[in-house]
């Protein structure tokens, strides 16, 4: 089994390793019953594509790809004979792997993990009064950053909130600095000095997902009859202490069906 990924991050490690687990609790440990070749890209597409072609080189039963450019790489080198499974994926369908959950190709299954920008959206409007004016930081080096950025336009654009986009590399200085509530998509960083709350999906439920459908493949079901699967509901994670800074409220509400992080050690993700 081949496993290819993007690039090393807390999210991406959780992921892999909640998805191995679940492949050994299944009954596919790791040198007992499957051999696995593991690849990591370092962030670069091109270098993607190498490592590909030498996974698909090695006769794989199954090929493992954590990312879109991960899955975009596999899909460009295997066959279509070689079964690949994904996770930690937002846009499958902008890497042309399929029209819809049911309708993609035959060999490809996986685990979908688009983040929720309209619930994003609208938990901001509930913790901060009166908000009318929205700015959207993001790093557009990061993959799917323009897809995602589109997605939060037109939800904007539903909730009829004005949308203002400005490219940075380093977020949370800046949201504290400016004393503005910083929101995000991505749990690892939740506890990040200026983040005040994020929505996105639980990277250990995505990986454990995804090994359920590996395992499924593996056992002789064709990908063509497992259709693309959500990694269950959008999960909220909050930060009291940059609450506390920007002098702001947390609902009990809101609270009680949250994840509360506290200090920055809360920030490393890991999967029990």
Same mark, same amino acid.
Do not use: K
């Given at each position: 089994?081949?496993?290819?990924?993007?690039?090393?991050? @807390?999210?991406?490690?959780?992921?892999?390793?909640?998805?191995?687990?679940?492949? $050994?609790?299944?009954?596919?440990?790791?040198?007992?019953?499957?051999?696995?070749?593991?690849?990591?890209?370092?962030?670069? $597409?091109?270098?993607?594509?190498? !490592?590909?072609?030498?996974?698909?080189?090695?006769?794989?039963?199954?090929?493992?790809?954590?990312?879109?450019?991960? !899955? !975009?790489? *596999?899909?460009? +080198?295997?066959?279509?004979?070689?079964?690949?499974?994904? /996770?930690? /994926?937002?846009?499958?369908?902008?890497?042309? %792997?399929?029209?819809?959950?049911?309708?993609?190709? @035959?060999?490809?299954?996986?685990?979908?993990?688009?983040?929720?920008?309209?619930?994003?959206?609208?938990?901001?409007?509930?913790?901060?009064?009166?908000?009318?004016?929205?700015?959207?930081?993001?790093? @557009?080096? +990061?993959?799917?950053?323009?897809?995602?950025? +589109?997605?939060?336009?037109?939800? *904007? *654009?539903?909730?009829?909130?004005?949308?203002?986009? +400005?490219?940075?590399?380093?977020?949370?200085?800046?949201?504290?600095?400016?004393?503005?509530?910083?929101?995000?998509?991505?749990? *690892?960083? $939740?506890?990040?000095?200026? /983040?005040?709350?994020?929505?996105?999906?639980?990277?250990?439920?995505?990986?454990?997902?995804?090994?359920?459908?590996?395992?499924?493949? !593996?056992?002789?079901?064709?990908? %063509?009859?497992?259709?693309?699967?959500?990694?269950?509901?959008?999960?909220?994670?909050?930060?009291?202490?940059?609450?506390?800074?920007?002098?702001?409220?947390?609902?009990?509400?809101?609270? %009680?069906?949250?994840?509360?992080?506290?200090?920055?050690?809360?920030?490393?993700?890991? /999967?029990?």
């Amino acid at each position: 089994m081949g496993l290819l990924q993007y690039q090393e991050s @807390p999210p991406v490690r959780a992921t892999r390793q909640a998805l191995l687990a679940s492949l $050994a609790a299944q009954g596919y440990g790791i040198d007992r019953q499957i051999q696995l070749l593991q690849r990591d890209a370092g962030g670069r $597409a091109a270098r993607s594509r190498e !490592l590909a072609a030498e996974l698909v080189a090695s006769r794989l039963d199954l090929l493992l790809a954590i990312g879109t450019p991960s !899955l !975009l790489a *596999a899909m460009a +080198e295997a066959p279509g004979d070689l079964p690949i499974v994904f /996770c930690f /994926c937002s846009n499958p369908w902008g890497a042309g %792997a399929g029209q819809s959950a049911g309708q993609h190709r @035959p060999h490809v299954t996986g685990t979908v993990t688009t983040n929720p920008v309209g619930e994003q959206l609208q938990l901001a409007r509930t913790l901060v009064t009166g908000l009318n004016r929205v700015g959207l930081l993001y790093n @557009p080096a +990061e993959p799917n950053a323009s897809f995602e950025a +589109e997605l939060l336009a037109q939800a *904007a *654009a539903d909730q009829r909130v004005q949308l203002l986009r +400005e490219p940075v590399s380093s977020a949370g200085d800046l949201a504290l600095a400016a004393r503005m509530p910083l929101f995000g998509v991505d749990p *690892a960083y $939740a506890a990040v000095p200026g /983040c005040l709350a994020v929505v996105g999906w639980d990277p250990c439920r995505d990986g454990r997902q995804a090994g359920v459908l590996a395992a499924r493949v !593996l056992a002789g079901t064709p990908p %063509a009859r497992l259709p693309f699967e959500r990694p269950g509901i959008p999960q909220t994670w909050l930060n009291p202490l940059t609450a506390r800074r920007l002098g702001l409220t947390l609902p009990v509400a809101v609270l %009680a069906r949250s994840t509360v992080v506290q200090g920055p050690a809360a920030a490393a993700t890991s /999967c029990g």
